[in-house]
């Protein structure tokens, strides 16, 4: 009778709790730590990048973890360097995966990067959070463990074409592109916009991420006789085909997404991008529009380091942020299905920086779909139009 007893004891404690079942079974959750993970470039083409965002990730983390962190857990981040390489970045998110046991990825970047781990994570049920991938792919179609931040390539591209097209009467479009997944949202984007205005792509070139010469794709280009070019260029490309026309007495406007919103590109020396239009969904206050916050945030970042923020580091920050919030919102029971309801229930939110407001839901995922406008006048990216949208 005593032996009964007991194992019907055991039995209760065994399902009493559910909710603490449930807690053990979430990877990367203990009760003290949040284990969250990233695969960036580090060292490669868009070490630029990769580097600024886990920035701004981390001082973000540290000031919520010297706070007490999120119902008394600590964030901690793991980042593994991909080099913008396709391969390493699937062996970093299996690693990630399925040694570390982390909770979720977040700021990954790369298009076909981001892709190619995706089946991965969705075996394991990981969410991946914010990529630096503003691929359709990267929300569409709707996915419980996918979410963003702001207007993607496609919707950036797009509003900007249309404001070109409108505003200053161009209809001679060419586009000059990476051969990847994200060259492939820019064109996307390119060819939908124009068709909406009855235009077409007149020239389109394409090159390689290690190509390091764009001097023959610029010829053809100019050939093709267009008034606006198109970019679907990281950073440093940018600033190479830019220079490139421009060296060789070729004025034309030329247009990139986010890509192009960069302060690479914006301090290039003698002002070699003077009048560059680039689109963003996360602007960054210039001197003279900061508000009092974010000058102060602004200080401390550059104090911590020795480098002046811009785009890329302010969303390694706010995404961190807002993961934060989810966290929160998910209360002490954090859980895979308590964070993404934590996620959805997220409305309004107003970062630091300005931009406009984002709001995810069970329809949703994907935080705002406008962006500003602006082009690069004295070292300065100057907003031509804030909120910029397109016609779907």
Not at 113 to 142: C, D, G, H, T, Y
Not at 183 to 190: A, C, F, L, R, S
Not at 380 to 392: F, G, L, N, S, T
Request: with cysteine.
């Amino acid at each position: 009778m005593g032996n009964l007893r007991m194992a019907a004891l055991l039995a209760m404690v065994l399902v009493a709790s559910p909710a603490a079942q449930a807690q053990e079974k979430t990877r990367g959750i203990t009760d003290t730590e949040i284990l969250i993970g990233t695969h960036t470039d580090l060292s490669g083409p868009a070490a630029f990048a990769g580097t600024s965002n886990v920035n701004g990730m981390q001082m973000r983390i540290n000031e919520i973890n010297e706070a007490g962190g999120v119902h008394g857990r600590k964030i901690r981040l793991i980042v593994e360097d991909h080099q913008y390489q396709v391969p390493r970045a699937v062996q970093a998110v299996n690693k990630l995966v399925n040694r570390d046991g982390v909770f979720l990825v977040i700021g990954a970047i790369g298009v076909a990067q981001n892709n190619a781990a995706m089946p991965i994570l969705q075996k394991a049920n990981v969410p991946n959070m914010f990529p630096l991938a503003q691929s359709r792919s990267m929300w569409e179609p709707l996915d419980r463990l996918k979410f963003v931040l702001h207007a993607g390539d496609y919707d950036q591209i797009r509003s900007g074409i249309k404001w070109l097209v409108d505003n200053k009467q161009r209809s001679k479009f060419c586009l000059l592109h990476l051969d990847t997944d994200f060259g492939k949202e820019i064109v996307d984007g390119t060819t939908d916009e124009l068709a909406k205005h009855d235009l077409k792509v007149v020239a389109s070139e394409k090159y390689k991420p290690t190509d390091t010469d764009l001097g023959t794709q610029i010829l053809n280009l100019r050939k093709a006789d267009c008034d606006v070019v198109v970019l679907g260029s990281l950073a440093r490309d940018t600033v190479l085909a830019y220079t490139s026309a421009r060296r060789v007495g070729w004025n034309v406007d030329f247009i990139g997404a986010s890509s192009s919103y960069h302060r690479v590109i914006q301090e290039a020396a003698n002002n070699a991008t003077e009048g560059l239009y680039a689109v963003t969904g996360n602007y960054v206050p210039e001197p003279g529009e900061r508000s009092p916050e974010y000058q102060a945030w602004y200080d401390k970042y550059k104090a911590l380091y020795k480098t002046d923020p811009h785009a890329l580091d302010n969303l390694g920050y706010l995404s961190i942020d807002v993961l934060a919030k989810a966290f929160d919102a998910a209360g002490k029971d954090l859980t895979l299905d308590t964070f993404i309801t934590g996620m959805e229930s997220i409305k309004d939110y107003q970062d630091l920086f300005g931009n406009p407001k984002q709001s995810w839901g069970p329809d949703d995922h994907q935080g705002s779909n406008t962006s500003t406008l602006t082009q690069l006048h004295d070292g300065i990216y100057v907003p031509i139009v804030r909120a910029a949208a397109y016609e779907k």
